[in-house]
């Protein structure tokens, strides 16, 4: 009798794994502490519920790392993506979902789902000995005790840094005599018509005295023992970016190119985008807004912003502390845990950011589960391949330089170069991918075809 495998943690990277597992054939039995006990950022307990943004960034497969990684997810048979498809909402060329519709997707086909049980409790320790095969995919928002255990048990200081959370505006609050509907440049992307974003301009009078209030508003005070803790540069509040110098968000989240307004043909200084945030597109959230600013400066100072003069928020803006664990020094190759290889780690707790990363980790770990358990030991994916890439950069990046290791976005620069000489200039970048990601989609193939007729 095969032995279940044990996923610990119902969220992107949980829910991929288990499903993963159970389309192998193989028993799930996963375990999410939602409702039994809450967390700081969740406001629900739906599997893969969406705590941060709604977008799961560009879908082009050709020249963005992240798109090759829907890409290589798709043709892996994931859930998180077939559900993100079916719930996307306008965005550019971004994927971007309703997170509701999204969660509920997920929920809806792991419940359905016959070989995968759904357990609602807390582990509050250590999953025992006889567990023979666990996936800990409890985010970055794992709870103390699991922490503290993991922590005893590897001898290892968990790392952390800080993620923040924009606010969301309800649509009907938006004043469009000021602001308008546009992409950037015009792009459609994926469900959209090239008029996906809610623009709200600036004058440079305006934007310096946003940049101001900013920097001097009243922003959440930290602990004693936060305080030396990082953000994650890629997700860092907006304050900070403005403190970093006044021109920073022209040139980041506020940047005005490929954006023309239809009610006054001067050209902004800066713009605001919002982004759809549901199907039904009643809620948008502001774009880049992650936001460690109190309540009520949050409100005050968000509707100075031209169109947002009588913003209702849905939801403000809020800041969180993630953890996760130094994996080149901790994990093997198959995400296993070197002090006890029964146990894996996939998602954010392992060192990768973002939702599709996560989800991605958490791929490849249920594979390397199912193929263990039934005895048909896995490769990892080919480092010239976007999964590939995160599972190395999570178990063999920095592996001689404790404490260095930072959690990564896909990108680029994690796969191999090109063989010959590189192609210059613009065009030769834009080249360089294109021919990285034919790379990626065929070593990905095989990674497959070969997984495929091991498991026959």
């Not at 320790?125 to 985010?139: F, H, K, M, R």
């Not at 070197?338 to 989800?359: H, I, N």
Request: net charge negative; charged share 20%; glycine share 10%.
């Amino acid at each position: 009798m095969t032995h279940p495998i044990h996923i610990v943690g119902g969220g992107l990277a949980g829910s991929e794994a288990a499903w993963q597992c159970a389309k192998a054939g193989l028993p799930v039995i996963l375990h999410e502490m939602r409702p039994v006990s809450g967390t700081a950022a969740h406001q629900t307990d739906s599997l893969a519920e969406l705590v941060c943004s709604n977008s799961f960034r560009s879908d082009d497969s050709e020249a963005n790392a992240v798109g090759l990684l829907h890409w290589e997810m798709r043709a892996a048979g994931s859930l998180v993506m077939r559900a993100a498809d079916a719930a996307q909402v306008p965005a550019g060329d971004a994927l971007a979902v309703d997170r509701e519709v999204f969660a509920a997707s997920v929920t809806a086909a792991i419940e359905a789902e016959p070989l995968i049980e759904i357990r609602r409790e807390e582990l509050k320790g250590l999953p025992p000995e006889d567990w023979a095969s666990v996936i800990i995919a409890t985010g970055p928002l794992t709870s103390t005790p699991l922490a503290e255990a993991i922590r005893g048990l590897t001898g290892a200081d968990a790392l952390a840094f800080f993620d923040a959370i924009a606010p969301i505006v309800h649509a009907d609050s938006i004043d469009m005599s000021v602001a308008w509907k546009q992409s950037r440049y015009d792009k459609p992307g994926p469900g959209g018509d090239g008029k996906d974003y809610i623009n709200c301009p600036m004058d440079k009078a305006q934007y310096q005295a946003f940049v101001q209030a900013l920097v001097d508003g009243d922003k959440t005070e930290f602990r004693d023992w936060e305080k030396d803790t990082p953000y994650f540069e890629g997700c860092l509040p907006i304050e900070v970016m403005a403190e970093r110098g006044p021109e920073t968000l022209r040139f980041g989240p506020m940047k005005p190119v490929g954006l023309t307004n239809p009610h006054n043909p001067q050209k902004p200084y800066a713009v605001v985008q919002l982004r759809q945030d549901n199907r039904a597109a009643t809620l948008f959230n502001i774009v880049g807004f992650q936001t460690k600013l109190k309540h009520g400066p949050q409100t005050e100072i968000f509707r100075t912003i031209p169109g947002l003069e009588g913003a209702r928020f849905a939801r403000l803006g809020g800041i969180h502390r993630n953890t996760f664990i130094d994996g080149p020094r901790l994990l093997d190759a198959n995400l296993r845990l070197k002090a006890r290889p029964s146990l894996r780690f996939a998602g954010q707790v392992a060192g990768v950011e973002g939702y599709v990363e996560s989800a991605g980790l958490g791929l490849v770990a249920g594979r390397f589960a199912a193929a263990e358990a039934l005895g048909r030991p896995l490769a990892p994916p080919p480092t010239t391949t976007a999964l590939g890439a995160l599972v190395e950069h999570v178990t063999g990046a920095l592996a001689d330089a404790p404490g260095d290791y930072q959690p990564m976005n896909v990108n680029f620069g994690l796969l191999p170069p090109l063989a010959g000489p590189a192609p210059k200039g613009r065009r030769g970048r834009i080249e360089r991918r294109r021919l990285m990601t034919e790379r990626a989609k065929t070593d990905i193939r095989g990674w497959l075809d070969g997984a495929a007729v091991a498991a026959a």
